[in-house]
């Protein structure tokens, strides 16, 4: 099993910056993927960005240019920077770790994009 615990979040006005961070543990020796996810009321949840084993990364186009994620391989933790935040960013965002078992999730991280 993984366990999967984020960190980071909260309120933020338009154009600032945050920084997420999601940690696996436990069994982590096949992950081969970690990325992070969202859901904004009454939508469905959406992939935000995502680093394989390698090093590739894919973004959805609405973060391209805007949000980088990284991947610190020694301590199985991923990254969210996200600058020139806009209002349509606010949403729950839930971090995703993928082995050969199966996908695993974090409990989600709120972020306010609001002045």
């Known amino acids: 099993q993984v366990q999967v615990v984020e960190l980071g979040g909260g309120l933020v006005q338009p154009g600032g910056s945050l920084r997420l961070s999601c940690a696996a543990s436990?069994?982590?020796?096949?992950?081969?993927?970690m990325g992070w996810y969202r859901q904004a009321p009454e939508k469905k949840r959406e992939l935000v960005a995502r680093i394989v084993s390698g090093g590739r990364t894919n973004y959805a186009d609405s973060v391209k240019g805007r949000f980088t994620i990284s991947r610190d391989n020694a301590k199985n933790t991923v990254y969210l920077q996200m600058n020139s935040l806009k209002p349509e960013d606010t949403a729950v965002y839930y971090c995703n770790v993928e082995d050969m078992r199966g996908a695993y999730w974090g409990q989600g991280t709120q972020v306010t994009v609001s002045s």
């Open positions: 436990g069994s982590t020796f096949s992950i081969y993927s």
